[in-house]
């Protein structure tokens, strides 16, 4: 599961998650790339599951960069607890997400092979994508996909 090794604080307030990306919206690693259309949060669960879904159906040819790092620690009080005494403690860690960010990458596999596998992480992930090619001109602001349709 992927967790900070250490953090200045052991809490967050919740912020906001508005805007676009303007960091890590390039394909800067491999041939093509899964990009978020819209804005959400993932867990390092989902995070984990999406990663096993594409190396399962890649069958470990090719390589594969996780774009996203869940840093957030996401607090929750216990069932039945009343209101006050204090933030729960840290349930799971987060990755905030901004439209355009990329959040996988993969290379040294075809491009029908690649569009199939992050078809199947979608699947996963609560959000939007769009498959990105290296190389290839996109319009600079990211298209509203549907959960599951790469462009």
């Given at each position: 599961m992927l967790v900070p090794k250490r953090t200045k604080y052991r809490k967050m307030q919740k912020g906001n998650n508005r805007g676009t990306a303007y960091r890590g919206c390039d394909v800067s690693f491999g041939d093509f790339a899964m990009q978020a259309v819209e804005p959400g949060r993932l867990t390092a669960r989902q995070i984990e599951a999406a990663r096993m879904a594409i190396t399962r159906h890649v069958k470990r040819a090719g390589k594969l960069w996780i774009r996203?790092?869940?840093?957030?620690?996401?607090?929750?009080?216990?069932?039945?607890?009343?209101?006050?005494?204090?933030?729960?403690?840290?349930?799971?860690?987060?990755?905030?997400?901004?439209?355009?960010?990329?959040?996988?990458?993969?290379?040294?596999i075809d491009e029908k092979t690649a569009r199939e596998a992050f078809r199947l992480a979608g699947h996963k992930i609560p959000i939007g994508y769009k498959f990105l090619v290296r190389g290839v001109i996109e319009s600079p602001a990211p298209v509203k996909a549907k959960k599951g349709k790469a462009s």
């Open positions: 996203v790092f869940p840093h957030r620690p996401v607090s929750k009080k216990p069932l039945e607890v009343r209101m006050g005494g204090g933030k729960g403690g840290v349930e799971e860690w987060a990755a905030d997400i901004l439209p355009g960010r990329v959040m996988y990458e993969i290379a040294g």
